[in-house]
């Protein structure tokens, strides 16, 4: 008969046996990888194949979440380089939210939602007032969407580098009589 060796010590076990993660242990043998404590409670994790205790587990193996500077003991958000509890991913904005799965923007280390976002953030066009989240056309020190920057009389888009002004305003070439 083959005697049944330690996990830790690699000695015989000859009286009581503890099995977990595929080894046989003497029972004061089974100790936290970290502090070296026996591993006493009905549950611990294991790291690289070795017990480790539940209170080392959480403070040197989890992540701490951005939000609420907490240990996350359950599913982990990973955005902007950054770790997140499932429930603090939010906008940033005055929605509040949640933004897994969903798209975002980025402002100073915050998630916001596109309508959070365009609100407190883009860009507003000359032309219609709404925001600008795409190339802008820069002309009279504003900007514009494309298609909104146009002739003020005859409203054809103005395309080129040459336009004329009035009243602060561009006009085509063809109405400036240019």
Request: aromatic residues 16%.
């Given at each position: 008969m083959t005697d049944v060796v330690c996990g830790k010590c690699n000695n015989p076990i000859t009286q009581?046996?503890?099995t977990a993660l595929g080894k046989s242990w003497h029972p004061e043998h089974f100790v936290c990888k970290v502090c070296d404590r026996p591993i006493s409670e009905g549950s611990f994790n294991q790291k690289d194949g070795e017990p480790v205790c539940s209170g080392c587990y959480i403070s040197k193996y989890t992540d701490v979440c951005y939000a609420c500077k907490q240990h996350i003991l359950s599913k982990v958000i990973k955005a902007m380089d950054k770790t997140w509890h499932e429930e603090h991913f939010v906008c940033g904005g005055p929605c509040k939210k949640a933004l897994v799965g969903a798209s975002f923007y980025e402002r100073d280390g915050?998630?916001?939602c596109k309508d959070c976002f365009e609100a407190?953030?883009?860009?507003r066009c000359?032309?219609?007032s709404n925001a600008i989240l795409e190339k802008a056309v820069i002309a009279l020190d504003v900007k514009w969407h494309k298609d909104c920057f146009k002739c003020q009389k005859c409203k054809e888009p103005i395309s080129g580098n040459t336009f004329a002004v009035q009243d602060n305003k561009p006009l085509c070439t063809e109405c400036a009589g240019i």
């Open positions: 009581n046996i503890l915050q998630p916001y407190q953030f883009a860009s000359a032309g219609c």
